[in-house]
């Protein structure tokens, strides 16, 4: 049997895919999908082992995805191995991810397009162009709306 005729393989390319989907980079995405398919926290080496990236550039990765809370790093006692698990909780790390994108993609056009409107807003020249960016801007106030309330409803499950 190959190790790729199993459910945890296939399991882990449908949680890679995802991952890639949303935007992840290949790495995070791979080592979210071995963490998601594992009972137990991993070994940087046997991540090193599994995705065959270096021990720096897993180091590198995992202490970002550390500091975005997506992961736990740590040392058992008496041993020297450094070990990352991740919340299995797949719900959890959904609406992170869409925390993320709402503040980096709706809250920015909301802070700027009003002070854009109004700098340009007496001004018979633009008339044209204020028209598209009052509507982009009216779009942008219902997403934020739509996706306050999504983020809300994941809360609450």
Request: proline share 4%; hydrophobic share 30%; aromatic share 10%.
């Amino acid at each position: 049997m190959k190790t790729k005729d199993t459910p945890k393989h296939e399991f882990r390319e449908i949680v890679y895919d995802s991952c890639k989907a949303v935007g992840l980079d290949d790495l995070p995405s791979r080592l979210i999908s071995i963490l998601q398919s594992e009972k137990e926290e991993i070994s940087l080496g046997e991540l090193a082992e599994i995705t065959g990236y270096s021990l720096s550039n897993l180091s590198t990765t995992i202490k970002w995805m550390e500091d975005r809370q997506m992961v736990k790093k740590f040392k058992k006692p008496k041993s020297r191995k450094i070990y990352v698990e991740m919340d299995q909780d797949i719900t959890s790390f959904f609406i992170e991810l869409q925390k993320k994108l709402y503040h980096q993609s709706l809250k920015p056009p909301l802070k700027k397009l009003p002070e854009i409107i109004q700098k340009y807003g007496n001004n018979e020249k633009f008339v044209d162009e204020l028209k598209i960016i009052k509507d982009y801007y009216n779009q942008t106030i219902f997403m934020d709306e739509e996706t306050t309330k999504f983020i809300k409803a994941l809360e609450n499950r």
